[in-house]
């Protein structure tokens, strides 16, 4: 992802504020452009970052997916494969997709101008995307929680 997203970056800057978050030791010093923001991680901003943002390139964990689900933001999933996971991204992206929540990238298919291609079609179907996301329910988890703790406990 790190070099496709450096190869278009050019072609993201016209059109977006690009804030890139590489993973750990692969922030390249030789990018310093406005507009372009690279972080190895992202921690309290992490709100703050994703509430600014007009869409999100992610990998396809669980938590990641629960976050943009819950902030109804327009995303592309990019999944990590089954060589490199447990293939539970693959299974929260297709799923994800399926419903009309997400927008999928997989690795196989993962190249500059696929990644420049499915970051614009992103961006031209976000309100629909926006307006599927809206009815995704959110639901109380300390609530949930507490209803169960107090079954057992009975």
């Known amino acids: ?65 629960y976050e943009l689900l819950v902030t109804r933001k ?5 999944p990590l494969t089954k060589a490199a996971s447990r293939g539970d991204q693959l299974v929260n992206a297709k799923y994800s997709e399926a419903v009309g929540f997400s927008q999928v990238l ?9 990644l420049l291609r499915a970051i614009f079609e992103l961006n031209r179907n976000a309100d629909e995307i926006v307006d599927k996301l809206s009815r995704f329910p959110i639901r109380d988890s300390l609530d949930l929680i507490m209803r169960e703790i107090e079954e057992i406990a009975l």
Request: charged residues 25%; contains cysteine.
């Open 1 to 65: 992802i790190n070099e496709a997203v450096r190869q278009v970056l050019p072609e993201l800057l016209e059109r977006f504020q690009v804030v890139h978050v590489t993973g750990r030791d692969n922030i390249d010093e030789t990018l310093d452009c406005e507009g372009y923001l690279q972080k190895e991680f992202i921690g309290e901003e992490f709100g703050d970052v994703l509430a600014s943002s007009s869409v999100v390139v992610s990998r396809a964990g669980a938590n990641s997916l």
């Open 74 to 78: 327009p995303h592309l999933l990019i």
């Open 106 to 114: 997989f690795e196989d298919c993962l190249n500059d101008r696929s």
